[in-house]
């Protein structure tokens, strides 16, 4: 199972940073928000969750579950909601503004 998570991750980042790499904003946002995905569940993997475990400390429980990496992985997922709605109104204003989606590297022959 483990290796299965650790594939899906590493997939996810790979996808990710490949469509952060193409020059339309679209891409370079769902890239974003994959790679915060992966990031996300990497987070929530490495807290190595116990099912049917009490997150608190009980004494007629066997053990617990450590509730950090599940507080972890819900603030980035209201960070990087936030984030992606950030960067969709800027790409909307500059595909408004410019009248296209491209992201332009080129410096306009400033020198």
């Known amino acids: 199972m483990e ?7 590493g997939l996810m980042t790979a996808g990710g940073i ?8 679209f891409p370079v946002i769902i890239g ?10 990497f987070l929530f993997v490495a807290g190595r969750l116990a099912p049917g475990l009490p997150p608190i ?3 007629t429980a066997a053990g617990y579950t450590d509730p950090l990496p599940q507080a972890l992985v819900l603030t980035a ?4 909601f936030g984030m992606t709605a950030v960067l969709v109104l800027m790409a909307l204003g ?13 410096d306009g022959g400033a020198e």
């Not at 290796?3 to 991750?9: K, N």
Request: glycine share 4%; no cysteine; hydrophobic share 55%.
């Open 3 to 9: 290796a299965l998570i650790a594939a899906a991750i």
């Open 77 to 80: 997922i209201v960070i990087s």
């Open 18 to 25: 490949y469509l952060m790499l193409r020059r339309r904003t």
């Open 32 to 41: 974003l928000s994959l790679l915060s995905y992966a990031v996300n569940l």
């Open 94 to 106: 500059a595909y408004l503004t410019g009248g296209d989606a491209r992201i332009d590297l080129d």
């Open 57 to 59: 400390i009980s004494k």
